[in-house]
C-alpha cells in the first residue's frame, strides 16, 4: 500500500510500531524531561494542567495535529497523501501484537503513531512536534506529558527499565 510522496517515512513509523526496538542513538534529552514513575505518566498524561491556557496533554497533541490536517486540506487532490484511512487499523493491530513495557498506554501509543505516521505523509521528516513525539518512542520512551507553558517548554516521558521478557 503506497501513502504517497513521503511513502518510505510513513512506512518507517509503520515499521517501528512492529516491533519497538529502541534506536539507542537518538538524543531527546535536549527537549525531554525522563521521568521512571508510572503513576506520574498517568498523571502528566490524562490529569496535568498545562499553562496558563490550561491545556491537557491530549489538547496539546489534538492542536497540533489540526495544523497537520490543515495542512493536508491545502493540497490539490494530486498531491494529498493516500489511504491514511488504512493507518489506524495498521498501528492498532501492530502496536498489540508488540512487545512493549508500555502496555497501560496502548491506545494512546496507537493514536501517537497514527498521527506520526499522517504527519509525515503530509509534511515528510521535518523537526515539528510529531517528528520529535517519534524520536521519543524511537529512543525507547513513552511521551506523556508537557512541561511549561505550551508551546514553549519540553516533552516529559516515562522510562521503564526493559524486563527480561523471556
Same mark, same amino acid.
Request: hydrophobic share 35%; aromatic share 16%; charged share 30%.
Given at each position: 500500500?503506497?501513502?504517497?510522496?513521503?511513502?518510505?517515512?510513513?512506512?518507517?513509523?509503520?515499521?517501528? =510500531?512492529?516491533?519497538?526496538?529502541?534506536?539507542? =542513538?537518538?538524543?531527546?534529552? +535536549?527537549?525531554?524531561?525522563?521521568?521512571?514513575?508510572?503513576?506520574?505518566? #498517568?498523571?502528566?498524561?490524562?490529569?496535568?494542567?498545562?499553562?496558563?491556557?490550561?491545556?491537557?496533554?491530549?489538547?496539546?497533541?489534538? %492542536?497540533?495535529? =489540526?495544523?497537520?490536517?490543515? #495542512?493536508? +486540506?491545502?493540497?490539490?487532490?494530486?498531491? #494529498?497523501?493516500?489511504?491514511?484511512?488504512?493507518?489506524?487499523?495498521?498501528? =492498532?493491530?501492530?502496536?498489540?501484537?508488540?512487545?512493549?513495557?508500555? %502496555?497501560?498506554?496502548?491506545?494512546?501509543?496507537?493514536?501517537?503513531?497514527?498521527?506520526?505516521?499522517?504527519?509525515?505523509?503530509?509534511? *515528510?521528516?521535518?523537526?515539528?512536534?510529531?517528528?520529535?513525539?517519534?524520536?521519543?518512542?524511537?529512543? *525507547?520512551?513513552?511521551?506523556?506529558?508537557?512541561? *511549561?507553558?505550551?508551546?514553549? *517548554?519540553?516533552?516529559?516521558?516515562?522510562?521503564?527499565?526493559?524486563? %527480561?521478557?523471556?
Amino acid at each position: 500500500m503506497k501513502y504517497g510522496h513521503y511513502h518510505n517515512q510513513v512506512k518507517e513509523v509503520i515499521d517501528f =510500531s512492529k516491533t519497538f526496538k529502541a534506536v539507542a =542513538s537518538h538524543d531527546i534529552s +535536549y527537549f525531554t524531561k525522563i521521568i521512571n514513575d508510572e503513576e506520574k505518566a #498517568k498523571y502528566y498524561a490524562y490529569e496535568d494542567v498545562i499553562g496558563e491556557d490550561e491545556y491537557a496533554w491530549k489538547d496539546i497533541k489534538e %492542536n497540533e495535529m =489540526s495544523e497537520v490536517w490543515g #495542512k493536508f +486540506y491545502e493540497l490539490n487532490d494530486d498531491q #494529498k497523501p493516500q489511504n491514511l484511512d488504512m493507518l489506524l487499523k495498521i498501528f =492498532s493491530e501492530n502496536v498489540r501484537s508488540a512487545t512493549t513495557e508500555f %502496555n497501560t498506554f496502548l491506545e494512546e501509543i496507537v493514536a501517537d503513531l497514527n498521527n506520526c505516521a499522517i504527519n509525515r505523509a503530509v509534511n *515528510g521528516k521535518t523537526d515539528n512536534f510529531f517528528e520529535k513525539l517519534f524520536k521519543i518512542y524511537k529512543a *525507547g520512551y513513552f511521551p506523556c506529558g508537557w512541561d *511549561g507553558d505550551y508551546p514553549y *517548554g519540553s516533552f516529559i516521558a516515562l522510562y521503564i527499565e526493559m524486563k %527480561n521478557l523471556n
